[in-house]
């Protein structure tokens, strides 16, 4: 059950929405949480019988009052972003809902109905707000999933996913094999990590000797091909191999796998599916990750193919930094990539958390902008978001995002003194 104070912001806002008979504009962040958040605010919009546009946003830049003055709504919702630019957004003169989870950073205004998780000790996405007034407005949990899709796909998940408890949602308890519904078994066991199957031919060759079929009626099998006792084969012969190893640690490898029943082929698995709206995001293709998640079959057709040319990317992207050692710039508590026009700035956040070891130093990746460097940086060791957020301030720049995962924007001939600035507050 909501607690009192939460559940009555909530209801402020929906009335808020209710009450308003002109078009509203709907403003989300350009990720696979922003994508899930956008597309629960629509379908909320939708059946509430509301006019409504969307706009999606790599982050809060200060003409973007103007741009929404201009359309002269009654009411604009932020999902997913807005909550670290607050004295930006007091210059529009429409009335606010903000729904979002990222620092905040300022003092709403009377026009402003602010609802964020943080101020409720509450560890949710932008999506996962957004759905608790989803389920208020609407008194059913039928957007559950596409919150949980937003929750996983969001670069600071670890929340507890109990509150999306939902009949269309099923959890077992299994192999944590990327791909369940469209890698084929062989790869997603290369890429696993188990020692002793690190190869092609070797997954190959581990799936032959349990007796598993490597395709079927000429298709690569899939995890979600086999049967219950052809799981239960591999699930043993995995960690058979696994213990031949002194670092194997066989938990790793299983977890509570989530289904989404309501939707088809991978997006059944939730991670593949923020996977897919990540690659939409990113990819400059918003618009077909909202129709994804609204339930289009000829989006996902479109997504298929927008992902592969997401990974080619993602691959050229790596394989630069493999062969550009130099680019990283090492110091005693931080590395610095600096990539310059060598990766897009919507990808640099991906590169940055593929790079990114826990156990390691803090990394910033840094990609030249239209509106100057792009920075994105992945932490275990500290609160990032308050170092790059004064970080660029001091700089001239924007910062924001998460304790272990943030972002800024910065003039390009600031990057030096920021640097500079970060290795200063680091120490």
Same mark, same amino acid.
């Given at each position: 059950?909501?607690?009192?104070?939460?559940?009555?912001?909530?209801?402020?806002?929906?009335?808020?929405?209710?009450?308003?008979?002109?078009?509203?504009?709907?403003?989300?962040?350009?990720?696979?949480?922003?994508?899930?958040?956008?597309?629960?605010?629509?379908?909320?919009? =939708?059946?509430?019988?509301?006019?409504?546009?969307?706009?999606?946003?790599?982050?809060?830049?200060?003409?973007?009052?103007?741009?929404?003055?201009?359309?002269?709504?009654?009411?604009?919702?932020?999902?997913?972003?807005?909550? $670290?630019?607050?004295?930006?957004? !007091?210059?529009?003169?429409?009335?606010?809902?903000?729904?979002?989870?990222?620092?905040?950073?300022?003092?709403?205004?009377?026009?402003?109905?602010?609802?964020?998780?943080?101020?409720? %000790?509450?560890?949710?996405? $932008?999506?996962?707000?957004? =759905?608790?007034?989803?389920?208020?407005?609407?008194?059913?949990?039928?957007?559950?999933?596409?919150?949980?899709?937003?929750? @996983?796909? %969001?670069?600071?998940?670890?929340?507890?996913?109990?509150?999306?408890?939902?009949?269309?949602?099923?959890?077992?308890?299994?192999?944590?094999?990327?791909?369940? =519904?469209?890698?084929?078994?062989?790869?997603?066991?290369?890429?696993?990590?188990?020692?002793?199957?690190?190869?092609?031919?070797?997954?190959?060759?581990?799936?032959?000797?349990?007796?598993?079929?490597?395709?079927?009626?000429?298709?690569?099998?899939?995890?979600?091909?086999?049967?219950?006792?052809?799981?239960?084969?591999?699930?043993?012969? @995995? @960690?058979?191999? $696994?213990?031949?190893?002194?670092?194997?640690?066989?938990?790793?490898?299983?977890?509570?796998?989530?289904?989404?029943?309501?939707?088809?082929?991978?997006?059944?698995?939730?991670?593949?599916?923020?996977?897919?709206?990540?690659?939409?995001?990113?990819?400059?293709?918003?618009?077909?990750?909202?129709?994804?998640?609204?339930?289009?079959?000829?989006?996902?057709?479109?997504?298929?193919?927008?992902?592969?040319?997401?990974?080619?990317?993602?691959?050229?992207?790596?394989?630069?930094?493999?062969?550009?050692?130099?680019?990283?710039? !090492?110091?005693?508590?931080?590395?610095?990539?600096?990539?310059?026009?060598?990766?897009?700035?919507?990808?640099?956040?991906?590169?940055?958390?593929?790079?990114?070891?826990?156990?390691?130093?803090?990394?910033?990746?840094?990609?030249?902008?239209?509106?100057?460097?792009?920075?994105?940086?992945?932490?275990?060791?500290?609160?990032?978001?308050?170092?790059?957020?004064?970080?660029?301030?001091?700089?001239?720049?924007?910062?924001?995002?998460? &304790?272990?995962?943030?972002?800024?924007?910065?003039?390009? &001939?600031?990057?030096?003194?920021?640097?500079?600035?970060?290795?200063?507050? @680091?120490?």
């Amino acid at each position: 059950m909501l607690m009192k104070e939460l559940a009555n912001l909530l209801n402020i806002a929906i009335e808020k929405i209710k009450n308003t008979n002109t078009v509203i504009q709907v403003v989300s962040h350009l990720d696979a949480d922003g994508v899930s958040a956008a597309a629960i605010i629509s379908s909320v919009l =939708y059946q509430l019988k509301k006019d409504f546009q969307v706009t999606f946003v790599k982050m809060i830049k200060p003409e973007i009052a103007d741009t929404i003055n201009e359309r002269e709504p009654k009411l604009t919702i932020f999902t997913d972003v807005g909550s $670290g630019y607050i004295d930006v957004l !007091k210059k529009i003169k429409s009335d606010i809902i903000i729904l979002d989870h990222h620092e905040v950073e300022g003092t709403p205004s009377d026009n402003m109905i602010h609802i964020n998780p943080l101020d409720f %000790d509450l560890e949710l996405s $932008g999506a996962g707000i957004t =759905y608790l007034l989803a389920k208020e407005a609407l008194k059913n949990n039928t957007l559950a999933p596409i919150a949980v899709v937003g929750t @996983i796909g %969001d670069v600071s998940y670890s929340a507890d996913l109990k509150i999306f408890e939902n009949p269309f949602i099923e959890i077992e308890r299994g192999l944590n094999l990327f791909g369940r =519904y469209t890698r084929p078994l062989y790869k997603s066991l290369e890429y696993s990590g188990i020692p002793g199957i690190n190869s092609s031919s070797k997954a190959l060759q581990f799936m032959s000797e349990i007796g598993i079929e490597t395709q079927k009626n000429g298709d690569w099998v899939t995890l979600s091909d086999l049967d219950n006792d052809e799981k239960k084969r591999l699930t043993d012969a @995995i @960690i058979r191999e $696994g213990l031949k190893s002194k670092s194997f640690k066989a938990d790793s490898l299983f977890s509570n796998n989530l289904t989404l029943k309501s939707f088809q082929e991978e997006l059944r698995d939730p991670k593949e599916f923020a996977t897919i709206l990540n690659a939409c995001a990113n990819m400059n293709e918003p618009a077909t990750g909202l129709a994804l998640c609204l339930g289009s079959e000829k989006a996902l057709k479109e997504a298929r193919g927008v992902l592969r040319g997401y990974r080619r990317l993602i691959g050229n992207y790596m394989r630069w930094v493999e062969s550009n050692p130099d680019s990283i710039k !090492k110091t005693e508590k931080a590395d610095y990539l600096i990539a310059d026009d060598n990766i897009n700035e919507n990808l640099i956040g991906t590169i940055v958390s593929m790079l990114f070891k826990p156990k390691e130093k803090t990394l910033f990746g840094f990609a030249n902008a239209e509106d100057g460097i792009k920075i994105s940086v992945r932490s275990k060791s500290f609160d990032v978001q308050k170092v790059v957020t004064e970080a660029a301030k001091i700089c001239n720049g924007r910062g924001g995002g998460h &304790e272990f995962a943030a972002g800024a924007t910065i003039p390009l &001939e600031e990057k030096d003194k920021f640097i500079e600035k970060c290795e200063s507050m @680091i120490k």
